[in-house]
């Protein structure tokens, strides 16, 4: 069955980080520990926002409590935090270029500011037709029910779509259902496996 869609994660696959470690660029700003900090993007913590039960500006306000800061500190998240990434131009390039033969989504686990920031900062909307936003939807992959969303919104079956993420269990998840899935590691390498896929 011919491929029809492709399904990628957002953070870590279309979005990557300019310096090495953006959390603790941020954590040095705010003069914290790194480690601490570094645990706010982890497990609960950071499913709070990716399930849009906290907003991006009430995180940041709960980080700059706990840690005892000023609030003044909210101004080094606003100014700095997205600015420490990049939109993988490659990538973007290829989604563009296939349609209309490919459908393209994005399935990601992240926080309400997500639809905001790829129409007004990253200004790469246009090359979606479908975003399916975990704090959106209140589900976060590997839930099959977000990748079932996905598919549902694209109108293509398992088999016709490739997901492609930059975490283990998100793409068995995908493939659980019988989706093609693809481990991101670079985009050229993953662009590689579309190929393949596409033309086998």
């Known amino acids: 069955m011919p491929i029809k869609a492709t399904i990628w994660d957002f953070s870590g696959v279309l979005l990557q ?77 290829f989604i563009r270029k296939s349609r209309p033969q490919l459908k393209s989504a994005i399935c990601s686990n992240f926080s309400c500011l997500l639809r905001s920031l790829l129409e007004k900062k990253w200004k790469i909307m246009d090359a979606f037709d479908v975003l399916v936003i975990s704090s959106e939807v209140k589900l976060l992959k590997p839930d099959p029910r977000i990748y079932q969303l996905t598919l549902d919104h694209l109108q293509v079956k398992p088999s016709e779509a490739i997901f492609i993420d930059d975490t283990e269990k998100n793409v068995l998840g995908a493939q659980a259902l019988g989706i093609h899935g693809i481990l991101y590691t670079d985009s050229r390498a993953t662009l590689a496996e579309i190929e393949k896929l596409l033309h086998p």
């Open 17 to 93: 980080p300019l310096v090495a470690d953006p959390h603790a660029f941020i954590a040095k700003e705010l003069g914290i520990d790194p480690l601490k900090f570094a645990n706010y993007f982890n497990g609960e913590e950071n499913a709070r926002m990716d399930l849009g039960e906290e907003s991006e500006a009430q995180f940041y306000r709960r980080v700059i409590q706990e840690q005892g800061l000023s609030m003044d500190a909210l101004g080094i998240f606003e100014r700095y935090f997205f600015d420490l990434f990049r939109i993988e131009a490659g990538l973007i390039d």
